[in-house]
């Protein structure tokens, strides 16, 4: 959201006559491609200190002074609505606790690596935390102190909560038994990175249709990674289809575990078949501590060689899968599976905390080890009460509770926010031929949102620093009137003493755009290396601020020393061709506010 917001900036009018339509809708994508070339264009970033700032705040207030209306100020608002929602802050797990869960981890992984060497294998295979039943202070701590963002679930409820509240780039995945009743709300997840226990047509029939609706599409960043699972012990009542035991013939009956391949390859475009899975018998996991091997592994790793060798000889399926296409946040793709058909091997994802080594040895490619990374969990009530009460507080306070809107009286330039276009903007997100020329748009979540951030005015999650019906031009108080006065902001103190001291008691000060950022750093001849604390001047330390701005004017600061030569190699236009940006946050390091 921050990001957008910022390279909202970029979509201002004193700019349009240089960007083509092409150029207009790659500034717009929300691709995971698109996002990631635009973070190389941050050439200063301050979103991990931004980020700690935030996390910080509990029930606080945050201001927005405005720049551009329009699509700019679409982003912001959805900003300042996601601001909102945020919780927190999360119960901490104590130091003891931390650090045993560090100690665990590091623990397995020397297991895991210490077991590739010993069977000759040239990469480790991937470690999944299972992190069921244990509350969300647990896997932050395994999340800052590891690293580790691959966490597994089996229950959806309790996936969808912990998703719900946790950090997005953790990859959760699924791994215990799913009823295709479960899968719409499971599809809800945007970073559900995989699903380890698809076992039948409807299952992934079900998933399919939930993950290709277009509320849960706009928010993925890449396909749904699948896992078919396999009885590889035969028992009755456990989950997963047979195991592919024999070569298949053309002119055979075709056997489960081929037909649901080859159904989720060429009917199910929004996931990837990524491997097999299976949890094998108690006896056999026991008996592989003594001797490496396990028959439940050999007979997933036997059915995987099967069903490769089912899937690269059937012409049929072959024909079909070659006129294919298959979703990805960028559009529709052809050819995704052409590595797996020709050079590749689904991967295999067997092995837990009591038989992980005879796993790793038969060729794992995914671990997945709960009680050896957490230990022994308490009984599922006691782990379900301590997991209920952390998200139980966490719900109760939110980390923002107020943003205030400092729009201008009139304008500065000719796009700037007013009161009147911030009115504007809501009703025309709530008329269905506003939007007219754009097809097969869904509309429905655009409502939603706009009758949401009315409700947060009516509320007072959302308020305006000056009189909601402010006409142009007129003055808007003390609070306000200083926007559009010539000076830098250098001279707030001294000039606007009250909307100086009313900053001051805000916990963070969003400032928009390009203008904004040439009054804070006095639109002077810095150095690029010149800190951006220092060209704040007496607003330096007093207010926690941060500056998100794409580059149109020739000021900019706090560049390591030789970025700015670097930059000029590559573009020689850099500062005012608004193609780079900055996202530049100083703290208040005063003790006390206002």
């Given amino acids: 959201m921050v990001y957008s917001s910022l390279w909202g900036n970029a979509m201002d009018l004193s700019l349009l006559l240089n ?54 100020l679409v982003t912001d608002f959805m900003l300042a609505d996601f601001m909102l929602s945020l919780r927190g802050p999360f119960a901490r797990a104590s130091e003891e606790r931390a650090n045993d869960i560090e100690r665990r981890i590091h623990h397995v992984l020397q297991r895991v690596s210490e077991a590739s060497k010993m069977a000759n294998r040239e990469e480790n295979p991937s470690l999944l935390v299972v992190s069921k039943l244990h509350p969300p202070s647990d896997i932050m701590a395994a999340y800052h102190r590891t690293g580790q963002r691959h966490f597994g679930e089996n229950y959806v409820q309790e996936l969808v909560d912990k998703a719900s509240v946790l950090p997005d780039d953790i990859h959760w995945h699924f791994i215990g038994g799913l009823q295709s009743n479960k899968a719409k709300l499971l599809a809800t997840v945007p970073n559900l990175y995989a699903v380890e226990s698809i076992d039948s047509d409807k299952l992934a029939t079900a998933l399919e249709k939930s993950l290709a609706k277009p509320e849960n599409t706009a928010l993925r960043a890449y396909p749904l990674h ?29 056997p489960p575990l081929l037909a649901l391949a080859q159904r989720i390859m060429l009917e199910c475009p929004h996931m990837r078949l990524q ?32 069903l490769m060798n089912a899937l690269t000889q059937d012409a049929n399926f072959l024909a079909k899968l070659s006129k294919a296409t298959w979703w990805t946040p960028n559009g529709h793709a052809t050819n995704v599976y052409d590595d797996l058909m020709k050079n590749q091997d689904l991967g295999l994802s067997m092995g837990m905390s009591a038989d992980m080594q005879a796993a790793i040895s038969m060729g794992s490619t995914n671990v997945r080890i709960g009680s050896d990374c957490f230990g022994r969990r308490t009984s599922n009530n006691e782990a379900a009460d301590i997991r209920s009460a952390e998200l139980g507080e966490w719900s109760k306070r939110p980390l923002v509770k107020e943003v205030v809107f400092h729009p201008k009286n009139m304008p500065w330039f000719v796009s700037d926010t007013c009161v009147p276009d911030i009115w504007r903007m809501l009703d025309q997100l709530s008329q269905p031929d506003f939007f007219s020329c754009v097809q097969d748009l869904a509309m429905e979540p655009i409502y939603r949102m706009a009758k949401r951030w009315r409700s947060h005015f009516e509320e007072g999650r959302f308020r305006l620093a000056m009189p909601d019906d402010s006409p142009l031009g007129a003055s808007a108080g003390a609070l306000s009137d200083y926007w559009t006065w010539p000076d830098s902001y250098e001279t707030m103190p001294e000039r606007a003493p009250e909307l100086f001291s009313r900053l001051k008691t805000s916990d963070l000060v969003l400032f928009k755009g390009d203008l904004n950022y040439r009054k804070l750093t006095q639109d002077a001849q810095w150095p690029s290396s010149t800190s951006f604390s220092q060209t704040l001047g007496p607003l330096a330390g007093e207010v926690a601020l941060v500056a998100l701005r794409t580059c149109k004017a020739e000021v900019c600061v706090g560049l390591p020393e030789a970025q700015e030569a670097k930059l000029y190699e590559c573009d020689d236009s850099w500062r005012t061709n608004g193609k780079w940006a900055v996202i530049q946050y100083a703290a208040c390091t005063q003790s006390s506010r206002v």
Avoid: C
Avoid at 237 to 244: C, Q, R
Avoid at 288 to 305: C, G, I, K, M
């Fill in 19 to 72: 960007i083509t339509d092409d150029e207009l809708q790659k500034r717009q994508s929300a691709s995971e491609k698109e996002r990631s070339d635009k973070i190389q264009h941050i050439i200063v970033n301050d979103m991990d200190a931004l980020w700690n700032k935030v996390r910080g705040i509990t029930e606080g207030r945050v201001d927005f002074v405005l720049d551009n209306a329009g699509f700019e």
């Fill in 226 to 254: 699948v896992y078919i699972q396999v009885n590889t012990s035969g028992e009755e009542g456990k989950s997963g289809l047979p195991a592919m035991l024999a070569p298949w013939k053309n002119d055979d009956a075709q």
């Fill in 275 to 306: 491997g097999l899975m299976t949890i094998g018998s108690m006896s056999n996991s026991r008996a592989s501590q003594e001797s490496n091997e396990n028959p439940d592994f050999a007979t997933l790793v036997s059915s995987r060689q099967h």
